[in-house]
């Protein structure tokens, strides 16, 4: 049996519940904030969620999760096609990751958490999210999903980066990240209509209740 350690708002956990559910595949959840306990190490070398625990072992890294989990199951692929074409859904699962999802994440704490972020830091996010989603409407094909006709890990990350990301431009700098990248609100919409990222929105929002107060205790 798979076990699924995190939390039900962070993103990277729900990426991973995401492809679980689309590929229909039973696991149990361990709810689990990131922490420094040795316990904890010993399944995630730096502490951090998710981790997938499998019968073999633990792995940590999301979009190796979902390769794993491709693997391990080939119904409902997560990278459809051949060898190039999986190629270049990796290619896009890291675009989404290095250039939208992290540099957002530099604005997190004053964004979601009313916390204060330098001015130096807010320009070279925007700089940086400008940057990577004009290089996303380079690559992707949106048509209608990020890789081509099929759903794919790359739409997964798009949904979980993008998402936040854009709630980043909006509040800190007053820009519709989505607009810039001609195809992604309409994808975004259609992402969020699918039944299993509603439940995962839902599920999310009875746990934002714990974590708040979580975010309470670390201050």
């Known amino acids: 049996m798979l076990i699924l350690y995190g939390f039900d708002v962070s993103n990277y956990f729900n990426m991973v519940?995401?492809?679980?559910?689309?590929?229909?595949?039973?696991?149990?959840?361990?709810?689990?904030?990131?922490?420094?306990?040795?316990?904890?190490?010993?399944?995630?070398?730096?502490?951090?969620?998710?981790?997938?625990?499998?019968?073999?072992?633990?792995?940590?890294?999301?979009?190796?999760?979902?390769?794993?989990?491709?693997?391990?199951?080939?119904?409902?692929?997560?990278?459809?096609g051949d060898d190039f074409a999986k190629a270049k859904i990796k290619e896009l699962v890291k675009l989404c990751e290095l250039y939208i999802e992290l540099p957002a994440r530099r604005c997190y704490p004053e964004v979601f958490f009313g916390q204060q972020v330098s001015l130096e830091t807010k320009k070279e996010v925007k700089r940086a999210l400008f940057k990577g989603i004009e290089g996303l409407a380079r690559t992707a094909k949106f048509s209608p999903y990020l890789a081509g006709s099929e759903f794919s890990a790359a739409d997964i990350m798009f949904l979980?980066?993008?998402?936040?990301?854009?709630?980043?431009?909006?509040?800190?700098?007053?820009?519709?990240?989505?607009?810039?990248?001609?195809?992604?609100?309409?994808?975004?919409?259609?992402?969020?209509?699918?039944?299993?990222?509603?439940?995962?929105?839902?599920?999310?929002?009875?746990?934002?209740?714990?974590?708040?107060?979580?975010?309470?205790?670390?201050?």
């Open 160 to 219: 979980y980066s993008a998402d936040m990301a854009a709630i980043v431009m909006q509040k800190a700098f007053d820009i519709d990240l989505l607009a810039l990248a001609p195809g992604a609100t309409e994808l975004m919409a259609r992402l969020k209509e699918m039944p299993q990222v509603q439940q995962i929105a839902a599920d999310r929002k009875v746990a934002n209740v714990d974590f708040q107060k979580y975010i309470a205790s670390l201050s």
């Open 17 to 80: 519940k995401l492809a679980l559910a689309y590929k229909e595949l039973d696991y149990k959840k361990h709810t689990l904030y990131p922490n420094q306990s040795t316990e904890f190490l010993a399944l995630s070398p730096m502490g951090k969620v998710p981790v997938l625990e499998t019968t073999q072992g633990c792995l940590c890294e999301t979009s190796v999760m979902m390769e794993y989990l491709d693997v391990l199951h080939s119904e409902r692929p997560l990278y459809p």
